[in-house]
């Protein structure tokens, strides 16, 4: 009898341990407080919640497997699951992706959280169908505005500086358009970019200023927002076509719901990270927008001669 004891516990842990279960690994560069983590640790919750255990999520954060471009390579060739990464990056793996890079194409954050609520948001997570990936939400990022160790006001204050920009053909366009030289550097070399001056300044949201420590090493961040490209999280479409029509749901249910969460913990981040900021001594900068507006208008201009691009854009500027 005793002889069965062994057989009948380790069955039983196999069992609570629900080894059958299938779990998707989540990379992403930023670090434990930043809100898409945050919104991302629901989204694993939310699936493990609906599936009932049978499917989890793993979240490797703070650039684990590598920069927001690895990652996004990883997802393509299947190697890893899943990634967020900036919206702005995503153009360089499917190129219906520049138009939420696009500078001043939304009016407010109203207007974004709007649009990633939309069916054409769903229809632009879908467009990168056969590239080896697809969308699954996007996510708040806020809106982007330069920072360096002196202010920028107008876009003359741009002149002949070494901007540091993501992966980006869009990004890269609109900073020379302003004057300035486009620098592609990951995401996470930027405090040492900065206080190396292998760059003269970046541009991104106040959190990144804060949560990575950029705010030691540039003190003037000036509002101009000139982009409110939302950030994405984008599955393998190898990973995605090895789940059940159900476990697909459940994914993309989570997803969903995760972004509502997600966009409240942006707006309770951000803020707090305004007033850490002030408190480290960075100065905010008010600048006249129109000034950068009219540099970059060009952009808009091009793309609207893209059929795709428009095709878009008019869905976004028809969205109150």
Not at 67 to 77: F, N
Not at 239 to 253: F, H, S, Y
């Amino acid at each position: 009898m005793k002889k069965l004891v062994l057989p009948l516990i380790v069955a039983s842990l196999f069992t609570s341990l629900n080894v059958s279960a299938k779990q998707l690994t989540l990379g992403h560069a930023m670090s434990l407080d930043n809100a898409a983590h945050k919104g991302m640790v629901i989204f694993a919750d939310k699936v493990k919640e609906k599936s009932n255990g049978e499917l989890t999520v793993k979240i490797f954060p703070n650039a684990q497997l590598g920069s927001e471009r690895d990652q996004a390579e990883q997802v393509v060739t299947g190697a890893i699951d899943m990634a967020k990464i900036n919206g702005s990056l995503a153009e360089s793996f499917e190129p219906t992706f520049k138009v939420i890079s696009i500078p001043f194409l939304f009016n407010n954050p109203e207007h974004m959280r709007a649009f990633m609520k939309s069916d054409a948001a769903e229809e632009l997570l879908n467009s990168s169908k056969g590239k080896g990936f697809v969308g699954l939400t996007f996510y708040d990022s806020g809106s982007r505005s330069f920072y360096a160790k002196k202010p920028i006001k107008t876009p003359d204050d741009l002149a002949g500086l070494k901007i540091r920009v993501p992966e980006s053909p869009t990004m890269m366009q609109m900073i020379s358009l302003l004057g300035a030289k486009a620098t592609p550097l990951p995401f996470t070399e930027v405090y040492t970019g900065l206080q190396q001056g292998v760059i003269d300044a970046a541009e991104n949201n106040v959190s990144s200023l804060v949560e990575m420590r950029h705010s030691e090493v540039a003190k003037f961040y000036s509002m101009d927002q000139h982009t409110m490209s939302p950030d994405l999280i984008i599955i393998s479409e190898s990973t995605w076509g090895n789940l059940t029509d159900a476990e697909r749901k459940i994914v993309k249910e989570a997803a969903a719901e995760s972004l509502d969460e997600e966009i409240k913990i942006w707006d309770q981040t951000e803020n707090a990270n305004v007033e850490k900021a002030k408190k480290m001594g960075v100065t905010f900068v008010e600048v006249d927008k129109d000034k950068f507006k009219e540099k970059v208008k060009p952009m808009l201009d091009e793309a609207k001669k893209d059929p795709n691009l428009n095709y878009y854009i008019e869905k976004i500027q028809a969205i109150n």
